[in-house]
């Protein structure tokens, strides 16, 4: 693990570290809103409230495309920088958004290839039910039971075969970010089980260090959104006790303190998240090089 903390450090050692971190930090702001505000919509709120943060929400949605790219685009960026055994963070420039516009092709292929695995994978396991149901429920209710308890269990280890998958398709992506040319091998699924037979043990270590690492990274941001939304939203009950709104009418105070306070939660659990994924990518750069980027 002292590898893992050392990498770490690795992307806060650098010139202007403060203004790189303070722009990625910011680029989640819109993706957040968006996020934040969807989160909120429930039934137990008016119709108009709903509505309101419906459209928040979609506006929100729209605008993402523009950060979402500089970040995709960054991240080639931070591979390239990495194999070219540089350290902290590359500096964020409009060159980043046209790189981000370039991976689309690439990120569209292989989200349909996971997409069907996982689909797959979720719905090959769920068949056995039918042959349960037509056997009959009342009459094999101890084997629904029991089949009901392996499902959860497959689910459970599928959820983490796919986490590592991930992983392999990450080499892709790393590849990609060296010359940023596309060919046939780029989009063929069958590269990720060439790069598991390369790389397997030593992908497989990582992973596994960083699964533990965006525990820890995640549980102290908890404790920080918790602190800052318990403030939030005593302001905002602050703000609704002195605005006298009517019963039925959109409690603005109550609702941007909402916004906020969900909005704030998504922001700093997307950053701390981007930072365990690159310096998760930082020790998959090595792992290549030393394995795959010859073959």
């Known amino acids: ?17 403060l203004k790189k971190h303070l722009i990625l ?10 996020g934040g505000t969807a989160s909120l919509i429930d039934k137990e709120l008016l119709p108009l409230e709903n509505l309101y943060l419906l459209l928040i929400s979609l506006v929100f949605l729209i605008l993402s495309f523009i950060p979402s790219t500089f970040l995709a685009g960054y991240y080639l960026d931070f591979c390239k920088s990495r194999l070219n055994d540089q350290t902290g963070l590359p500096t964020l420039n409009w060159d ?20 069907v695995v996982g689909t797959a994978c979720f719905l090959v396991p769920l068949i056995p039910f ?15 039971f029991a089949y009901i308890f392996f499902v959860m269990i497959l689910y459970f280890i599928l959820y983490f075969i796919l986490l590592f998958v ?7 992506y790393i590849r990609f970010s060296s010359d940023l040319k596309y060919n046939a091998q780029l989009f063929n699924p069958c590269m990720v089980v060439k790069y598991m037979a390369l790389s397997f043990k030593k992908t497989v270590v990582v992973v596994f260090k960083y699964l533990i690492a965006s525990l820890v990274c995640n ?9 800052i939304s318990l403030l939030s939203l005593a302001v905002g009950l602050i703000a609704v006790v002195l605005s006298n709104s009517p019963e039925n009418a959109v409690n603005w105070p109550l ?23 690159y310096s998760l990518s930082d020790n998959l750069v090595k792992v290549y090089k030393s394995e795959i980027q010859e073959v």
Request: proline share 2%; glycine share 4%.
């Open 1 to 17: 693990m002292e590898n893992v903390l050392q990498t770490f450090k690795s992307l806060y050692a650098d010139n202007d570290v």
């Open 25 to 34: 930090f910011a680029l989640f702001i819109i993706p957040s809103i968006a």
């Open 96 to 115: 980043s958004f046209i790189k981000g516009l370039k991976v689309i092709p690439l990120s569209i292929a292989w989200g349909f290839y996971y997409f």
């Open 255 to 277: 609702l941007i303190s909402m916004i906020i306070i969900s909005s704030f939660g998504v922001l700093v659990t997307s950053y701390v998240n981007l930072m365990v994924l």
């Open 130 to 144: 039918y042959f349960i149901y037509k056997a009959g429920i009342k009459e094999h209710l101890v084997l629904l």
């Open 219 to 227: 549980f102290a941001a908890s404790m920080v959104i918790m602190a």
């Open 166 to 172: 991930f992983a392999f398709v990450s080499y892709v």
